[in-house]
């Protein structure tokens, strides 16, 4: 099972960045599949999740209007579009994927995401 992130980078306030997760070693259109962030010295928090058919995304407060999430079930990837970047953006974002029978969940390493002038 891998769940790998790319897409991070280093960006300018009021820019974009467009986060991809490749997955791999499980049923992907079997899972709903989430984005989450964690900025030095706090915790884990939940960005953005979309139902496992696409049909249903959730966002978090802080990026709701800015970021956009969708899946591409015949590639097995999930995209994050994240656009008018703030430097309170700035965190680790992670790929999460919840199967929708069970308690199976898979993380992915993380990808770096700086947005500084």
């Known amino acids: 099972v891998q769940l790998v992130e790319s897409g991070g980078g280093l960006v300018q306030p009021g820019g974009s960045l467009r986060l991809s997760c490749a997955a791999s070693?499980?049923?992907?259109?079997?899972?709903?599949m989430s984005w989450y962030r964690q900025a030095p010295g706090k915790e884990r928090e939940l960005v953005a999740s979309?139902?496992?058919?696409?049909?249903?995304?959730d966002y978090g407060g802080a990026v709701k209007g800015r970021f956009t999430i969708s899946r591409d079930n015949a590639k097995n990837t999930v995209y994050l579009q994240m656009n008018s970047l703030k430097p309170e953006d700035t965190a680790v974002y992670y790929c999460?994927?919840?199967?929708?029978?069970?308690?199976?969940?898979?993380w992915g390493q993380g990808t770096q995401v700086t947005v500084s002038s």
């Open positions: 979309i139902s496992s058919g696409g049909g249903r995304t």
């Open positions: 999460n994927a919840q199967n929708i029978y069970s308690q199976r969940n898979y």
């Open positions: 070693g499980f049923a992907f259109s079997f899972y709903d």
